[in-house]
């Protein structure tokens, strides 16, 4: 995974009017925390910042107050309509030091012939990394899975280095039949007997 590479600013002032004052100069409050060290208050460019998150996990090399920080978004606030960002958690990193993180999955492949679904249990999935080398996504085939079939934690190839920080016999995604629906004319007579009992 490529670095990238972003100047913050340290933040002195704190609370809920300093944070709107960071954010009308177009800049996101951060925290950088980790290594038991005293958490860090900056603010970093928004546009810089979003550009930067659209990676999962993005490995950040991040120059503050004279110094770099090898930092992931461990949380990341966004408003809730526009979705721009609010808050970003930072978790510092060394080289070298193995980190969880959840790597998003994706899904290649035709169901087999048929009315079915394919559910998705977990959209993202828990491994442990090394830091600098976190990988960016996992894919998974589901080409021919029939109702009843599914797709374990185990069953996925991870990159070397990559662990499962999930149990192995953890459902990401399984195929059922889809549901067949009743008749109005039913459906109607089963409240009525509801609403008579």
Not at 8 to 20: C, E, H, L, N
Not at 74 to 80: I, L, M, N, S, T
Not at 160 to 180: F, H, N, T, Y
């Amino acid at each position: 995974m490529a670095e990238v590479k972003l100047t913050a600013q340290v933040r002195t002032d704190f609370g809920k009017g300093a944070a709107r004052r960071a954010r009308r100069a177009d800049l996101v409050p951060a925290v950088v925390y980790g290594h038991g060290a005293e958490p860090q208050h900056v603010a970093i460019h928004n546009h810089a910042l979003m550009m930067a998150l659209k990676t999962p996990n993005a490995l950040i090399r991040l120059d503050f107050d004279g110094k770099t920080e090898l930092v992931i978004p461990k949380a990341v606030q966004r408003e809730a309509i526009r979705q721009f960002l609010v808050h970003v958690d930072f978790l510092a990193v060394k080289k070298g030091e193995k980190v969880s993180v959840e790597i998003p999955i994706n899904v290649e492949g035709d169901l087999a012939p048929g009315q079915l679904v394919l559910e998705h249990v977990l959209n993202t999935l828990p491994v442990e990394a090394e830091a600098t080398h976190i990988p960016e996504s996992v894919t998974i085939s589901v080409q021919d899975l029939d109702a009843g079939a599914s797709v374990l934690a185990k069953d996925i190839t991870l990159p070397s280095g990559v662990s499962l920080a999930v149990e192995d016999d953890a459902v990401v995604v399984q195929v059922i039949a889809a549901q067949a629906e009743a008749p109005a004319e039913e459906a109607a007579e089963g409240e009525g007997e509801a609403a008579e009992a």
